[in-house]
C-alpha cells in the first residue's frame, strides 16, 4: 500500500498534528475540505488537545466550520425533539440510527459528524401510521415519481425519504437495516430488542453497540456511493475505539455479527479501519472474523478497490485506477441489494425515465 | 510549530512581478495573493485574469509557493470544442465547480465574484453582510444593500473621498469584539456607475468594462493603495446606512429603529443562520452601538456631504 | 384551564434585547430569531423564575398592561399559544 494521504495519516494519528509544515496543512485541509471531515478534524484536534500546536493560518481556517458544526449540533436535536413530539406513542422509544444516534447519544462519533438526515428505525407493522402522523404534523414525501414511491415502499428498507414543508429538513424512515431485495436478512426485530435508551433523552434509543457498528459497517460496505466513504469509516473507527474499552464489547461481536448474517460487512470494517485508521483491534477478534471474508483473489481485489475509493476525492488522492475502482464498487453496491433483474429494470427506468416524466403527486 | 510575528522588512506585493513573470506564475503553480484574512491561489492560463490581476492587484503581498492557502481556484477554459468555439471559462474551488460557465471574456469579473462566493460560503469565523464597509476618524460605515441600490456606486466615490475601503461587498463582524475586519478586494461597478465613478475620479484604476454579463456591463475600481495598506487595522462600526439612489431625489438621511434596522441587515447577511447564538449577539451588539439609516440620494456631491455630516452615535 | 400549568421549553435561556418597547429574542431549540412584543417578553420572563397557571400568568400581564378585564384570560391564553408554537414554552407535565 503506497503512503497515505496526510488527512488519513493525521485522523489515524491526531499528535501528528504538531509536527505538521504550512504546505502539509494546506493539503490535509484541501483533502478535510472536499471530504467533509473539517469538523470532524477539529473536534479530534481539540480533544487530543492539540488545537495550540496548529500553526495560526490553518488553525484560523479550521475555525471558519466551529460554528457549522455547533449549529448543526442545534438543529439536529431540535428536529429530533420535533420528530418526538410528531410520532409520540407511534414510536416510543424513538429509534435513531446513524449520525442522529451518535449525536443524541453524546458519542465521540458525534463530534463535528454532518449529515443531512435524521434516521429512525421503525416496525413494519407501523410504517403507515407512523407516515401518517408525521404528514399530519408537515411533513410530506419528497416529489418522486410513482417508480420511485415503488422503489422504495416495495423494494427498499425504508418509506421516500420525507421533507418537512416548513423547516426543509429530512427525515428516512427505516423498518429494515437492509432492503428487502438484498441476499442478507438481518433481523429488525432482533435490533429493536437490543435497543438501549439514551441517558438523559427520556423516549430516545439507539442500537446497542454492536449492532451500531455492524450498520454502519452494512451501510459502508454494501452501499455504491463513496464520496461520504472515508467519514463513514472514521465512524467505524471512532465506533470500535470507544466501545472497544467497554467490558464484554469485543467478546460478543463476532457471534452477533453471524447472527444477524453480516460476517462480511463486519469483516471488512475491521480490516479497512485497522488498515487505513490503524484501528486497535484485539488478534481473537481478526482470527475469528477471517472464515467471513472472501477468498484471497476476491481479497486481493477487493484490497485494491476500497483502499482507493474510501481515501478522500481529491486530486491528490487519486491514481490511474482510482475512477474505475469506484464504478466497480457503485456497480456493486447496487448488486448487493437488488437482484440482477430487478438491477437492470431499475438503471433503465433511473437513466431514461425519471428525468423526462414531472413527478406525479402523491 | 507555531508561526513567528510577522517580519519587520517590507513583504513583496504582486507589483513586484512583471506580466510575463505573472502569467507564468498564474498558468503554472498559481499565484498566492493576501487580501485581508484570506490568502488565495489563483491559477489561470486565461489573459482576461492574468491583465486584471495586474491592473488592480498590483499593491497586495505576494506570498510564497509553499504559504498556506484559505482558497485554491483556477480559472480555467471549458475543454473540448468550446475551446475553439465561443470559448467558456469555468470557475473551480479546488476541483468543486459551484458555477455554469461564462464566455472567456467574463473571466476577470468571474474571479471577484467567485472569490465573494468563496468567502461567503465558508468564513464562518464573522458574522457575514452582503454591504459595503467605509471607516473615516475612526468610524465604520456599513451599507447593506441589495444589488442595484447604489451601494457599490457610492462606495467608489466616498472612498476616494477621504473615506478608507474595507469592503464593497463582504462586511466581516469580528464575535469576540464587534470590530470590522477588511478586506478591501477592487469594487465592483456596473453600467451606468462606471462611467459616473470615471468622471467623478478621473485618477481611478478601471478595468476594461465587460458587457453581456447577467448583471449588464461590469468593470472592477483598483482599490486606494492606503486602504490596502491599512488592511490589518480594525473598525469599530457607528451607522447603518441603507442607501437607495433615485433619480431626481433630495438627498435624505432617515433614522431608523432598532428592531427595524436588526432585521433588516439580518436578511442581508449571508451566515445569520449558520452563526446561531453568537450571531444574535454579534448583531445585536452591533445595532447597540451603531445609528441606522434610510439614506436616498441622486447627487454623489450631496452624497458625500451627507456621510461627512454623520455624527458618532454617544 | 385556568389551572393548566405553562412552563418555558427547557433549553430556553431567554437571550433577548429590548428596545423601544419591542422585543428580539434569539430561540435556543429552533435557532431562529423573533421579534416579539412586550406582554410576550413578560410573559416569558415569568415563567422563567417558574411555572406558573394561566391564571397567575394572566395576573401579571395585568399589571403591567391595560389590558380589559374580560379579555385577559383569552389574550393570556391567545398569547400563550402563539408562543407555544414558536417552541418557546409549553403546556405538558412541567
Given at each position: 500500500?503506497?503512503?497515505?494521504?496526510?488527512?488519513?495519516?493525521?485522523?489515524r494519528?491526531?499528535?501528528?498534528?504538531?509536527?505538521?509544515?504550512?504546505?502539509?496543512?494546506?493539503?490535509?485541509?484541501?483533502?478535510?475540505?472536499?471530504?467533509?471531515?473539517?469538523?470532524?478534524?477539529?473536534?479530534?484536534?481539540?480533544?487530543?488537545?492539540?488545537?495550540?500546536?496548529?500553526?495560526?493560518?490553518?488553525?484560523?481556517?479550521?475555525?471558519?466550520?466551529?460554528?457549522?458544526?455547533?449549529?448543526?449540533?442545534?438543529?439536529?436535536?431540535?428536529?429530533?425533539?420535533?420528530?418526538?413530539?410528531?410520532?409520540?406513542?407511534?414510536?416510543?422509544?424513538?429509534?435513531?440510527?446513524?449520525?442522529?444516534?451518535?449525536?443524541?447519544?453524546?458519542?465521540?462519533?458525534?463530534?463535528?459528524?454532518?449529515?443531512?438526515?435524521?434516521?429512525?428505525?421503525?416496525?413494519?407493522?407501523?410504517?403507515?401510521?407512523?407516515?401518517?402522523?408525521?404528514?399530519?404534523h408537515?411533513?410530506?414525501?419528497?416529489?418522486?415519481?410513482?417508480?420511485?414511491?415503488?422503489?422504495?415502499?416495495?423494494?427498499?428498507?425504508?418509506?421516500?425519504?420525507?421533507?418537512?414543508?416548513?423547516?426543509?429538513?429530512?427525515?428516512?424512515?427505516?423498518?429494515?437495516?437492509?432492503?428487502?431485495?438484498?441476499?442478507?436478512?438481518?433481523?429488525?426485530?432482533?435490533?429493536?430488542?437490543?435497543?438501549?435508551?439514551?441517558?438523559?433523552?427520556?423516549?430516545?434509543?439507539?442500537?446497542?453497540?454492536a449492532?451500531?457498528?455492524?450498520?454502519?459497517?452494512?451501510?459502508?460496505?454494501?452501499?455504491?456511493?463513496?464520496?461520504?466513504?472515508?467519514?463513514?469509516?472514521?465512524?467505524?473507527h471512532?465506533?470500535?475505539?470507544?466501545f472497544?474499552?467497554?467490558?464484554?464489547?469485543?467478546?460478543?461481536?463476532?457471534?452477533?455479527?453471524?447472527?444477524?448474517?453480516?460476517?462480511?460487512?463486519?469483516?471488512?470494517?475491521?480490516?479497512?479501519?485497522?488498515?487505513?485508521?490503524?484501528?486497535?483491534?484485539?488478534?481473537?477478534v481478526?482470527?475469528?472474523?477471517?472464515?467471513?471474508?472472501?477468498?484471497?483473489?476476491?481479497?486481493?481485489?477487493?484490497?485494491?478497490?476500497?483502499?482507493?475509493?474510501?481515501?478522500?476525492?481529491?486530486?491528490?488522492?487519486?491514481?490511474?485506477?482510482?475512477?474505475?475502482?469506484?464504478?466497480?464498487?457503485?456497480?456493486r453496491?447496487?448488486?448487493?441489494?437488488?437482484?440482477?433483474?430487478?438491477?437492470?429494470?431499475?438503471?433503465?427506468?433511473?437513466?431514461?425515465?425519471?428525468?423526462?416524466?414531472?413527478?406525479e403527486?402523491? | 510549530?507555531?508561526?513567528?510575528?510577522?517580519p519587520?522588512?517590507?513583504?513583496?506585493?504582486?507589483?513586484?512581478?512583471?506580466?510575463?513573470?505573472?502569467?507564468?506564475?498564474?498558468?503554472?503553480?498559481?499565484?498566492?495573493?493576501?487580501?485581508?484574512?484570506?490568502?488565495?491561489?489563483?491559477?489561470?492560463?486565461?489573459?482576461?485574469?492574468?491583465?486584471?490581476?495586474?491592473?488592480?492587484y498590483?499593491?497586495?503581498?505576494?506570498?510564497?509557493?509553499?504559504?498556506?492557502?484559505d482558497?485554491?481556484?483556477?480559472?480555467?477554459?471549458?475543454?473540448?470544442?468550446?475551446?475553439?468555439?465561443?470559448?467558456?471559462?469555468?470557475?473551480?474551488?479546488?476541483?468543486?465547480?459551484?458555477?455554469?460557465?461564462?464566455?472567456?471574456?467574463?473571466?476577470?469579473?468571474?474571479?471577484?465574484?467567485?472569490?465573494?462566493?468563496?468567502?461567503?460560503?465558508?468564513?464562518?469565523?464573522?458574522?457575514?453582510?452582503?454591504?459595503?464597509?467605509?471607516?473615516r476618524?475612526?468610524?465604520?460605515?456599513?451599507?447593506?444593500?441589495?444589488?442595484?441600490?447604489?451601494?457599490?456606486?457610492?462606495?467608489?466615490?466616498?472612498?476616494?473621498r477621504?473615506?478608507r475601503?474595507?469592503?464593497?461587498?463582504?462586511?466581516?463582524?469580528?464575535?469576540?469584539?464587534?470590530?470590522?475586519?477588511?478586506?478591501?478586494?477592487?469594487?465592483?461597478?456596473?453600467?451606468?456607475?462606471?462611467?459616473?465613478?470615471?468622471?467623478?475620479?478621473?485618477?481611478?484604476?478601471?478595468?476594461?468594462?465587460?458587457?453581456?454579463?447577467?448583471?449588464?456591463?461590469?468593470?472592477?475600481?483598483?482599490a486606494?493603495?492606503?486602504?490596502v495598506?491599512?488592511?490589518?487595522?480594525?473598525?469599530?462600526?457607528?451607522?447603518?446606512?441603507?442607501?437607495?439612489?433615485?433619480?431626481?431625489?433630495?438627498?435624505?438621511?432617515?433614522?431608523?429603529?432598532?428592531?427595524d434596522?436588526?432585521?433588516?441587515?439580518?436578511?442581508?447577511?449571508?451566515?445569520?443562520?449558520?452563526?446561531g447564538?453568537?450571531?444574535?449577539?454579534?448583531?445585536?451588539?452591533?445595532?447597540?452601538?451603531?445609528?441606522?439609516?434610510?439614506?436616498?440620494?441622486?447627487?454623489?456631491?450631496?452624497?458625500?456631504?451627507?456621510?461627512?455630516?454623520?455624527?458618532?452615535?454617544? | 384551564?385556568?389551572?393548566?400549568?405553562?412552563?418555558?421549553?427547557?433549553?430556553?435561556?431567554?437571550?433577548?434585547?429590548?428596545?423601544?418597547?419591542?422585543?428580539?429574542?434569539?430561540?435556543?431549540?429552533?435557532?431562529?430569531?423573533?421579534?416579539?412584543?412586550?406582554?410576550?417578553?413578560?410573559?416569558?420572563?415569568?415563567?422563567?423564575?417558574?411555572?406558573?397557571?394561566l391564571?397567575?400568568?394572566?395576573?401579571?400581564?395585568?399589571?403591567?398592561?391595560?389590558?380589559?378585564?374580560?379579555?385577559?384570560?383569552?389574550?393570556?391564553?391567545?398569547?400563550?399559544?402563539?408562543?407555544?408554537?414558536?417552541?418557546?414554552?409549553?403546556?405538558?407535565?412541567?
Amino acid at each position: 500500500m503506497k503512503a497515505l494521504p496526510v488527512l488519513v495519516r493525521l485522523l489515524r494519528d491526531p499528535p501528528l498534528a504538531a509536527g505538521l509544515g504550512l504546505p502539509e496543512w494546506d493539503l490535509a485541509l484541501r483533502q478535510s475540505t472536499c471530504t467533509n471531515l473539517s469538523p470532524s478534524l477539529l473536534a479530534l484536534l481539540e480533544e487530543h488537545d492539540l488545537l495550540e500546536r496548529v500553526p495560526a493560518a490553518p488553525r484560523a481556517h479550521l475555525e471558519w466550520v466551529r460554528a457549522l458544526a455547533t449549529r448543526h449540533r442545534q438543529a439536529a436535536r431540535f428536529e429530533v425533539e420535533c420528530i418526538q413530539a410528531a410520532l409520540g406513542a407511534q414510536a416510543a422509544p424513538l429509534l435513531l440510527l446513524k449520525g442522529a444516534a451518535y449525536t443524541m447519544a453524546g458519542l465521540r462519533a458525534g463530534a463535528g459528524r454532518l449529515y443531512n438526515d435524521i434516521d429512525i428505525l421503525v416496525p413494519k407493522a407501523r410504517l403507515d401510521a407512523v407516515e401518517a402522523a408525521l404528514m399530519l404534523h408537515g411533513w410530506a414525501s419528497s416529489g418522486h415519481d410513482a417508480y420511485d414511491q415503488r422503489y422504495y415502499r416495495q423494494w427498499m428498507h425504508e418509506l421516500p425519504p420525507m421533507q418537512h414543508l416548513r423547516r426543509r429538513t429530512s427525515i428516512d424512515v427505516h423498518h429494515a437495516i437492509l432492503p428487502e431485495t438484498a441476499p442478507l436478512h438481518p433481523d429488525p426485530d432482533k435490533l429493536r430488542a437490543a435497543a438501549v435508551p439514551v441517558d438523559g433523552a427520556p423516549g430516545l434509543a439507539t442500537l446497542a453497540p454492536a449492532d451500531m457498528v455492524l450498520h454502519s459497517a452494512v451501510h459502508l460496505f454494501f452501499d455504491g456511493e463513496f464520496d461520504k466513504g472515508l467519514r463513514d469509516l472514521l465512524d467505524l473507527h471512532r465506533l470500535f475505539q470507544e466501545f472497544g474499552v467497554r467490558p464484554g464489547f469485543w467478546d460478543a461481536l463476532p457471534a452477533r455479527a453471524r447472527e444477524l448474517e453480516l460476517g462480511r460487512p463486519l469483516f471488512y470494517a475491521l480490516r479497512y479501519s485497522r488498515r487505513l485508521l490503524g484501528t486497535p483491534v484485539p488478534q481473537a477478534v481478526l482470527e475469528a472474523m477471517a472464515p467471513c471474508g472472501p477468498r484471497r483473489p476476491l481479497l486481493a481485489l477487493m484490497d485494491a478497490l476500497f483502499e482507493r475509493a474510501l481515501l478522500p476525492m481529491h486530486a491528490s488522492c487519486d491514481d490511474a485506477l482510482s475512477a474505475p475502482a469506484r464504478f466497480a464498487l457503485y456497480v456493486r453496491g447496487n448488486w448487493l441489494r437488488m437482484p440482477p433483474l430487478l438491477l437492470a429494470r431499475h438503471l433503465f427506468h433511473k437513466a431514461f425515465i425519471s428525468r423526462k416524466d414531472a413527478p406525479e403527486t402523491v | 510549530m507555531l508561526t513567528a510575528a510577522s517580519p519587520t522588512v517590507a513583504s513583496l506585493t504582486v507589483a513586484s512581478l512583471n506580466r510575463t513573470a505573472l502569467a507564468t506564475r498564474l498558468a503554472g503553480p498559481g499565484l498566492l495573493v493576501q487580501t485581508g484574512p484570506f490568502v488565495s491561489r489563483i491559477r489561470s492560463s486565461i489573459g482576461h485574469v492574468a491583465e486584471g490581476i495586474e491592473l488592480l492587484y498590483g499593491d497586495y503581498p505576494l506570498l510564497a509557493e509553499d504559504s498556506f492557502a484559505d482558497f485554491h481556484v483556477g480559472l480555467q477554459p471549458s475543454g473540448g470544442l468550446r475551446r475553439w468555439y465561443k470559448p467558456q471559462v469555468n470557475f473551480d474551488l479546488d476541483g468543486l465547480v459551484p458555477f455554469e460557465p461564462l464566455p472567456e471574456a467574463h473571466a476577470f469579473p468571474m474571479l471577484e465574484w467567485g472569490l465573494n462566493w468563496c468567502i461567503s460560503t465558508r468564513a464562518h469565523s464573522w458574522l457575514m453582510i452582503h454591504a459595503a464597509v467605509v471607516e473615516r476618524d475612526g468610524c465604520a460605515a456599513i451599507l447593506p444593500a441589495p444589488p442595484g441600490s447604489g451601494k457599490s456606486t457610492l462606495c467608489a466615490a466616498l472612498v476616494h473621498r477621504g473615506w478608507r475601503l474595507l469592503s464593497d461587498e463582504l462586511a466581516l463582524l469580528r464575535p469576540d469584539d464587534g470590530l470590522l475586519v477588511p478586506v478591501a478586494r477592487p469594487v465592483s461597478l456596473k453600467n451606468r456607475s462606471i462611467d459616473v465613478i470615471r468622471a467623478y475620479v478621473p485618477e481611478a484604476v478601471l478595468s476594461r468594462p465587460v458587457s453581456n454579463t447577467t448583471k449588464g456591463t461590469v468593470a472592477h475600481l483598483k482599490a486606494p493603495a492606503d486602504s490596502v495598506a491599512r488592511v490589518r487595522e480594525t473598525a469599530r462600526p457607528a451607522w447603518i446606512v441603507f442607501p437607495k439612489y433615485e433619480a431626481g431625489a433630495a438627498t435624505t438621511m432617515t433614522p431608523l429603529t432598532r428592531t427595524d434596522t436588526f432585521f433588516r441587515v439580518a436578511g442581508n447577511a449571508f451566515n445569520y443562520s449558520e452563526m446561531g447564538a453568537r450571531g444574535f449577539t454579534t448583531l445585536a451588539g452591533t445595532i447597540e452601538r451603531c445609528a441606522g439609516y434610510d439614506f436616498r440620494y441622486s447627487d454623489l456631491d450631496e452624497a458625500i456631504a451627507g456621510f461627512a455630516a454623520l455624527e458618532p452615535p454617544p | 384551564m385556568d389551572s393548566a400549568t405553562w412552563c418555558l421549553r427547557p433549553g430556553q435561556t431567554l437571550q433577548y434585547r429590548e428596545w423601544d418597547g419591542e422585543c428580539v429574542l434569539y430561540n435556543d431549540l429552533s435557532g431562529a430569531t423573533h421579534l416579539l412584543g412586550g406582554a410576550a417578553l413578560e410573559l416569558l420572563l415569568a415563567l422563567r423564575r417558574g411555572a406558573a397557571t394561566l391564571a397567575s400568568l394572566a395576573h401579571v400581564l395585568h399589571a403591567e398592561f391595560d389590558i380589559d378585564a374580560a379579555d385577559l384570560a383569552g389574550e393570556t391564553d391567545a398569547l400563550l399559544r402563539h408562543l407555544q408554537r414558536l417552541d418557546l414554552v409549553d403546556m405538558r407535565a412541567c
